[in-house]
């Protein structure tokens, strides 16, 4: 947008003026954040009515995007870099003496996500934003986000996010476009005419209530919502209660409605089978497509054209509720016969899967779903049946393979069958996810409808975590190649043709160090320790769980300690460990890791042979705005998960972009990483996931594996050395009780990925090669953009034409 200086100074007294009745000289700094916020707040408005009404009159088709999770991180410096204000803004604000850097330190991070999903569906916002799309996102107003970390002698500690008190400034509430959701109660089925009517009685009515958040995209037209829906008791439910003299009950369930949408759940990966949760799902799901249907009905009159005007994407199970839901509105309130509204229902809904994991799997006990969703248990079961006389003609007796892909079988009720069956549409995040998708657990579907699944690689935001977080190495691929890349990062491999190219590979060095000076201060702010900007910084930055292997690395740092003790001049180039990780609460394990990190950190730091050599750091309360600070500094990315679990990463190609190089496994986009950059360019090491499969087939003992190195290095983990003995952690390694002992097979790929440290360390040393590396993982990178993704999305899955 083309504001003049001036034109932005008014703007910003104007609205301090309205809001605080002050001009911006007098205000606060947070009067002037807000105010800053608010400005840039109605300059999106204004941008999306516009687009709304040019949308409006296309009649285009529209996406729609489910998720319970969108890690947001901070809007206020990416809108202002998106709408092409940054500049304008920040001098306004220099002539009234305010630092545009301190008020956007003033931001909380919108953290409504646990990681690599939530952050995902934000960055994928911005695209189709960028892109021009019309997209839509649908999410919960968590009063809490993902907790605040502390590290407290070694122990993680919970604290609530209270993000709104400064985070609400983007949000619009939207009271009058609230709807009911209804919760427990009982059915009555009458049948009139030869049809069957069913009718909810005694449930309990909860209100959404909506705010919208715009969504802005670079250099585009486009401005997007993120729809975010809070819980609400409907207040004549209140008065009811009231006037029947049960005033303490009343506010009761005023506050039992309210506490729906109190706080996010905090586990990655895992599920958490409680009541509040699917309540939580279906207020998203019932909310979000009661809206979208009414506001369709209102345009076009009909539902019957839902499918090509509508795409509504499921990410994850977590709104797989979609399906009955849908099929529940058609039914009950707009009156389609079974037939038709399914039809509508399959043609209208995708599904993405994010991972392989059985514990991540979504399955309900029925007794709980039927309690709380009366209705949509009928629907679900008459899906159930009606699939299960289906797959009795396709797979006449296999009564295994039936029940296998049952959405409710052994009291169950499983919520990626159901998107199984309903989505004409799925996706895996990786090419090996997707392959190991329908190769396996998806393999029955598959089977009968192969059409029906495709891959899309996951993609990032790259304007944000390269031209916003690192505009030094942005500023300087503008003058090597030009600012194509900003619009079409496929461009950045311009910069092949600087592979050997001394300046350049000089120029990169110095923007590095740059950016490790920049981490080594907050380390030094943050955890009072000083980290030497020219050690290697290797970081591992990500969710903590045990199949990620943070203990992969640790023990290997236990290793090198070794080393170093039995040869203080042995030559190891020095290194700083960097980890950041939250663990979900309920995690004991994880926990225990984090407890280790900080007692290897300590060992190392207490001892004046190694302290010099070796250095590790954990960063506590890891979150988008902070891994906007790591990532640019770091040079090695430590992407180690036991093949075949990761499904795809996206940190990966967050640290491959800012030029760090890969250590990792052949796991999800690593695979694809590895075939960009080729072989010499990332370092391998460990297991494949043929390779893991054919060892668990065979019989994993991991005793067979312990060489003498890594004997030592475990035995230190009970010995005492380490201050606390982590007897738990040595036991889930080593024990092995009905064949799970290391169940991630730590202790099979450490050996490899011993040797492939030892390899960084060496390589690292010819700085030129290894900056020369560093180039290439730059170049190759612009694959995994999001803009790819969603247009891969729109062609393949949702069928829109851009
Ligand atoms: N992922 Cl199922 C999450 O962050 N949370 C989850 O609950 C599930 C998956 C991640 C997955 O572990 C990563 O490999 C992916 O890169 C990411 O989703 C986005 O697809």
Known sequence: MNYKKDEVTNLLNTKCMNVFGCSIDDATEKQAYKTLCYVVKDLLAEKRSKFAKQYKEKEGKQVYYMSMEFLVGTSLRNNLYNLGMESVFKSALKQKKIDINSLYAMEPDAGLGNGGLGRLASCYMDAMTSLGMMGTGFSIRYEFGIFKQKIVDGWQMEFPDNWLEMGDVWLNRREDESFIIKFGGTLKEEWTDGKLKVTHENYQPVMAVPYDMYISGYDTDAVNKLVLWSAKSPNNLDMTAFSRGEYVRSLEENTMAEVISKILYPADDHIEGKRLRIKQQYLLVSASLQSILLKHIKKYKTLDNLPDKVAIHINDTHPALCVPELTRILIDEYGYDWDKAWDIVTRTLTYTNHTVMSEALERWPESLFSAELPRIYQIVLEINRRLVQKLNEVYPGDIAKIEYMSPVAHGEVRMANLCLAACHKVNGVSKLHSDILINSIFKDYYNIEPDKFTNVTNGIAYRRWLCQSNPELASLIKNLIGDKFVHDATALEGLLKYKGDKNVLESLQKIKLVKKQALAKYISHANGINVDPSSIFDVQIKRLHEYKRQLLNVLQILHMYNVIKDNPNADITPRTFVFAAKASAGYMMAKQIIRLISAVADLVDSDAAVRDKIKVVFIEDYKVSLAEIIIPAAEISEQISIAGKEASGTGNMKLMINGAVT?????????????????????????????????????????????????????????????????DISKSLLTNSFGTADAYMTIADFESYRQAQERVGKEYLNRDKFTDMSLVNIAKAGIFSADRAVKEYADNIWNIKL
């Open 663 to 727: 250590l990792g496994t052949l796991d999800g986009a690593n695979v694809e990483i590895c075939e960009q950059v080729g072989k010499d360019n990332i370092f391998l090491f460990g297991m494949t996931a043929p390779e893991v499969e054919e060892l668990w087939r065979k019989g994993y003992n991991p005793n067979f594996f312990v060489t003498p190195e890594l004997k030592r290095v475990l035995d230190m983990l009970t010995s005492g050395i380490l201050g606390t003995r982590f007897e």
